[in-house]
Nanobody
Framework: QVHLVESGGGLVQAGGSLRLSCAAS????????VGWFRQAPGKEREFVAAIRWSGDSAVYADSVKGRFTISTEYAKNTVYLQMDSLAPEDTAVYYC?????????????????WGMGTQVTVSS
């Protein structure tokens, strides 16, 4: 069992930055993939970024590439999402999630454990 807790969300003006954190407890291994997803009101949950706990193989959605950076601190079982140049369309609840078996990292249904989410609101 894996328990994930996100933090760091909030209200920020367009062009600003936020850093999200996700602390994990339980069975995490350096080869497991951990990802960030987001869901805006009335929209489906969408992939944002993913990485292995080891810090290898970071991947990003095209919509955030060059603005967001995912990283891990495996010794602390924490994954981060640094978000820069935020825009109103980034407003959503952000979730972290972990796969137990590596599969299509961009598909929410392939993740086995989820946090409760943290709200990010970007004002124009």
């Amino acid at each position: 069992q894996v328990h994930l807790v996100e933090s760091g969300g909030g209200l920020v003006q367009a062009g600003g930055s936020l850093r999200l954190s996700c602390a994990a407890s339980g069975r995490t291994f350096n080869y497991n993939i951990v990802g960030w997803f987001r869901q805006a009101p009335g929209k489906e949950r969408e992939f944002v970024a993913a990485i292995r706990w080891s810090g290898d193989s970071a991947v990003y959605a095209d919509s955030v590439k060059g603005r967001f950076t995912i990283s891990t601190e495996y010794a602390k079982n924490t994954v981060y999402l640094q978000m820069d140049s935020l825009a109103p369309e980034d407003t959503a609840v952000y979730y972290c999630a972990q796969q137990q078996v590596s599969r299509n990292y961009y598909v929410p249904e392939t993740y086995d454990y989820w946090g409760m989410g943290t709200q990010v609101t970007v004002s124009s």
